[in-house]
């Protein structure tokens, strides 16, 4: 079965504008959490979903939002882009919340100049 | 708060070797997950192997072993025959029994050489 599929692969973007990622976790998977990689900081939770419903979220400024279709694909905005935005956005999905294990997608890099 | 260490930032092997990745965490908690990631260039997040801490048994996959240490809150990584597909950075991860995945706290990561 397709894995978690995410869109686009590669982005960039400048200060002060918005970006909108895309995550469809795989076909019956109901929970999609997203992580921000950098060099830096390295794996950082963002937030999660489960049935529309944000169940939990991590460290992160109101910039950064997100929201869940009734089919579990997953959106993510960053509005107000920073240079410090740019890293890696991975996206998990499980097949219901708190489940142990997720299925990442191959992420998508954004580069904000 | 949850914590995982890894303190290899890069390892090397050489091809057929075998090589131990190492990782201790600390957390309050008496029940929870430990996994290994691998992260290879394609940049997806393939789990390796997953350990539940109330288990004695060290987890295996196939050249992939674990070393649990509860007691030490170890939990290393053992490659055997190792192959060039192996070349990756590795994650450690812990994540608390019963959390969400936002309670899945990950390791700075080592990164994995293979010689031929």
């Known amino acids: 079965k397709a894995g978690v599929t995410q869109t686009p692969r590669y982005l960039i973007k400048t200060r002060g504008q918005q970006v909108t990622l895309s995550c469809s976790p795989i076909s019956g998977h109901r929970s999609v959490s997203w992580y921000q990689q950098t060099p830096g900081q390295g794996l950082q939770f963002l937030f999660e979903?489960?049935?529309?419903?944000?169940?939990n979220k991590g460290n992160f400024p109101g910039r950064f939002s997100g929201r869940q279709f009734s089919n579990s694909r997953s959106e993510m905005n960053v509005s107000t882009l920073e240079l410090g935005d740019s890293a890696l956005y991975l996206c998990a999905s499980s097949p219901r919340w708190g489940s142990p294990v997720g299925t990442f997608g191959s992420g998508t890099r954004l580069t904000v100049v | 708060a949850q914590t995982v260490t890894q303190s290899q930032p890069e390892m090397s092997v050489q091809e057929a070797e075998t090589v131990t990745l190492s990782c201790t965490y600390d957390?309050?908690?008496?029940?929870?997950?430990l996994f290994w990631y691998k992260q290879p260039p394609s940049r997806q997040m393939i789990l390796v192997i997953r350990q539940e801490a109330y288990k004695q048994q060290n987890a295996t996959e196939n050249r992939f072993s674990v070393n649990f240490q509860k007691a030490a809150k170890s939990f290393s990584l053992k490659i055997s025959d190792s192959q060039l597909g192996d070349a990756a950075m590795y994650f450690c991860?812990?994540?608390?029994?019963?959390?969400?995945?936002?309670?899945?706290?990950f390791g700075k990561g080592t990164k994995l050489s293979v010689k031929p």
């Open positions: 957390t309050s908690e008496s029940d929870y997950y």
């Open positions: 991860a812990s994540m608390n029994y019963g959390g969400s995945q936002g309670n899945l706290i």
């Open positions: 979903y489960f049935s529309e419903t944000q169940r």
